[in-house]
């Protein structure tokens, strides 16, 4: 997807370990967002970004932190990953006055 | 993801053929609506969009149904291919751009 970079692409952890997934964009989209995609379940979103600095949480966040110190960067982090949180894991940014999403490539996360 | 398809409905059409996927949306103050597709492997890609004083879109052999009063949305696509092939979902937005809800999907199979 063009103007937005997942890695790593996949990644096994092992249990209790923190895991730190990044997005990167060239698109400079004031919004970006991390979602999980799970089956039997819409997108989900964990946190969003407003602008450098403000993140505010999603309907599933608890486990899961993010920062954005940059426009192009934002990082979700598994302070402890749980099995639980075995994913695929979308970012995606909006532009300001645009309703629709442009997503990443995901990153497949497996915690053993 | 490679696994988003696994438990969700599934359309085969074969090539050449019209297809209509459908998704029942839940809140009836949403003011917005995307379709998505989503190829094996990769993250979720804009197709089309309507707004809700709208009821019908069209796009390049796709349109967008919009029935407000059963809260229905429908993307028929035409003369499907093969690279049709896909999971496709809906989103609805609310409250403007502060709330989107990202349907299940529904796969769609193209018979060659």
């Known amino acids: 997807d063009a103007g937005i970079t997942q890695s790593p692409r996949h990644k096994v952890t092992e249990t209790g370990t923190p895991v730190t997934l990044r997005c990167h964009q060239t698109?400079?989209?004031?919004?970006m967002y991390w979602y999980r995609q799970d089956p039997g379940h819409g997108l989900r979103l964990i946190h969003y970004?407003?602008?450098?600095?403000?993140?505010d949480k999603g309907e599933v966040s608890d486990g899961y932190s993010v920062s954005r110190s940059k426009t192009e960067d934002f990082l979700l982090t598994l302070e402890s990953a749980t099995s639980s949180q075995t994913s695929v894991y979308f970012c995606?940014?909006?532009?300001?006055?645009?309703?629709?999403?442009?997503f990443g490539s995901g990153t497949r996360l497996t915690v053993v | 993801g490679e696994n988003v398809g696994l438990h969700l409905p599934t359309l085969s059409v074969q090539e050449g053929d019209n297809s209509i996927i459908n998704c029942a949306y839940s809140?009836?103050?949403?003011?917005?609506f995307i379709w998505y597709k989503q190829e094996s492997g990769k993250g979720p890609q804009f197709i089309i969009d309507?707004?809700?004083?709208?009821d019908k879109r069209q796009g390049q052999r796709v349109t967008v149904l919009l029935n407000k009063t059963v809260k229905h949305l429908s993307l028929q696509i035409a003369a499907t291919q093969p690279g049709d092939s896909a999971v496709y979902f809906c989103a609805e937005n609310s409250r403007g751009y502060q709330k989107v809800t990202f349907g299940t999907g529904t796969k769609l199979q193209v018979i060659p």
């Open positions: 309507i707004r809700s004083n709208m």
């Open positions: 698109e400079n989209h004031r919004y």
């Open positions: 995606a940014t909006r532009d300001r006055g645009i309703y629709g999403y442009t």
């Open positions: 809140n009836s103050a949403s003011d917005y």
């Open positions: 970004s407003y602008g450098v600095k403000d993140t």
